[in-house]
């Protein structure tokens, strides 16, 4: 059984940075997805990153192209995002996600998901 478990969250003002960590737990580190989502009130949980741990191929919304990245640190066993130039439209819960095989934007795709951390972000 996978295991997530997401820190990091917080509130800041608009322009600065945040990191998000997911520990995980309970899996083989090879060829499996890895990523964030997010959801905000009244709003469908989107897709933020993922990242393939087996080749390190990342992927990114549009919306955070250029000021997110996503990382992974094999020894820890533990998913990054480091959100820079955060704007109010970032405010969501963010989701740490988990599935065997390749990545796909579709979060109905993945099989195991973190408790979720706040992140409001005030202009």
């Known amino acids: 059984q996978v295991q997530l478990v997401e820190s990091g969250g917080g509130s800041v003002q608009a322009g600065g940075s945040l990191r998000l960590s997911c520990a995980a737990y309970?899996?083989?580190?090879?060829?499996?997805?890895m990523g964030w989502f997010r959801q905000a009130p009244g709003k469908e949980r989107e897709g933020v990153a993922r990242i393939y741990i087996g080749g390190g191929s990342t992927y990114y919304a549009d919306s955070v192209k250029g000021r997110f990245t996503i990382s992974k640190d094999s020894a820890k066993n533990t998913l990054y995002l480091e959100m820079n130039s955060l704007k109010p439209e970032d405010t969501a819960m963010y989701y740490c996600a988990f599935r065997y095989g390749a990545c796909y934007q579709d979060a109905a795709k993945y099989n195991y998901w973190g408790q979720g951390t706040q992140v409001t972000v005030s202009s």
């Open positions: 309970g899996y083989t580190y090879s060829s499996n997805c």
